[in-house]
């Protein structure tokens, strides 16, 4: 694991103790969940947060600023703790660590589902109460759509990929048979 990415788990642990302490774990994760979002949606502010030459109390500031009113003081003091100390790379890793090690605490885990068509929400439920059994844990949903997937799904579940795909079962029959073909 780089070192990048063993700050970011510290910094994640350490907000992780502050939420658990406070009763605010599933709020602090919706918090760093926007703060990404709205960095990955708007690309100028994201390259002035990442930029070397920009000064950290100047990005400290512009962080105040636009999140001040919907992001809590503990995960604000976080984030401008990470850009202080020239870590603003690791925002994003930082949040996934976060949500990862919440998802632990919480009983839950999160499924990406891949289909070459829109879901609907009652397969998407179907989907999550199938898996939620699979692994004894409360499972939320993502739907992305794949267009080069001929038909079929597949989820993954931190990482580990469940691949009920029409190409996967292709794969895998095409498999049994070269092995029956080798006796």
């Avoid at 919480?106 to 199938?130: F, K, M, R, W």
């Amino acid at each position: 694991m780089s070192q990048e990415l063993i700050a970011a788990k510290r910094y994640a642990k350490a907000l992780f103790e502050i939420a658990r302490e406070n009763k605010l774990i599933a709020e602090f994760e919706q918090q760093l969940n926007l703060v990404v979002a709205v960095l990955k949606e708007n690309t100028d502010l994201n390259k002035i947060i990442k930029h070397p030459g920009i000064g950290s109390k100047v990005k400290s500031d512009l962080i105040q600023q636009i999140f001040g009113s919907s992001v809590s003081e503990p995960v604000l003091n976080t984030i401008q703790l990470l850009i202080e100390r020239r870590r603003e790379e690791t925002l994003e890793a930082f949040a996934q660590m976060y949500s990862k090690i919440a998802n632990e605490a919480l009983g839950q885990a999160s499924a990406i589902v891949y289909s070459p068509v829109q879901l609907t929400d009652a397969e998407l439920s179907s989907i999550a109460s199938t898996f939620s059994k699979l692994t004894g844990k409360q499972i939320r949903v993502e739907s992305v759509l794949d267009k080069s997937l001929l038909g079929g799904i597949q989820v993954r579940i931190g990482d580990r990929l469940y691949d009920g795909s029409l190409s996967g079962k292709l794969q895998r029959l095409q498999k049994t048979l070269n092995q029956s073909q080798a006796l």
